[in-house]
């Protein structure tokens, strides 16, 4: 079964930290550009960061950048977020995606992330007091 599954959501105090795992089945990662978006309630689903698959270039959205940090790891097939600095803000459930080689340049598959062809289901990641 292809699929992405989420992981390492959870509730935090801000100014803490969580790591999101994102492991793959039925494919193998290594050939995808890989991407973490998110959606808070009441808002449209925003891509924070993504990474290439053929240089691993990444790309971070500003709201971000300096706290979040992607990489991939292909001999696990996994794609992580580790996330410092939490604020109320980035409140929101997060979801990994992947898509075909095709452009390099991670922005692309930030920016327009119709070119993104498999996505995982979610995972709820909550910062509060």
């Known amino acids: 079964q292809v699929q992405l599954v989420e992981s390492g959501g959870g509730l935090v105090q801000p100014g803490g930290s969580l790591r999101l795992s994102c492991a793959a089945s039925?494919?193998?990662?290594?050939?995808?550009?890989l991407g973490w978006f998110r959606q808070a309630p009441g808002k449209e689903r925003e891509g924070i960061s993504c990474?290439?698959?053929?240089?691993?270039?990444?790309y971070y959205a500003d709201s971000v950048k300096g706290r979040f940090t992607i990489s991939r790891d292909n001999a696990k097939n996994t794609v992580y977020l580790q996330m410092n600095s939490l604020k109320p803000e980035d409140t929101a459930v997060y979801y990994c995606?992947?898509?075909?080689?095709?452009?390099?340049?991670?922005?692309?598959?930030?920016?327009?992330?119709?070119?993104?062809?498999?996505w995982g289901e979610g995972t709820l990641v909550t910062v509060s007091k």
């Open positions: 995606a992947a898509a075909p080689l095709g452009y390099s340049d991670p922005y692309y598959y930030c920016t327009y992330r119709d070119a993104m062809t498999k």
């Open positions: 990474i290439s698959s053929t240089d691993g270039s990444t």
């Open positions: 039925g494919f193998t990662l290594d050939v995808y550009n």
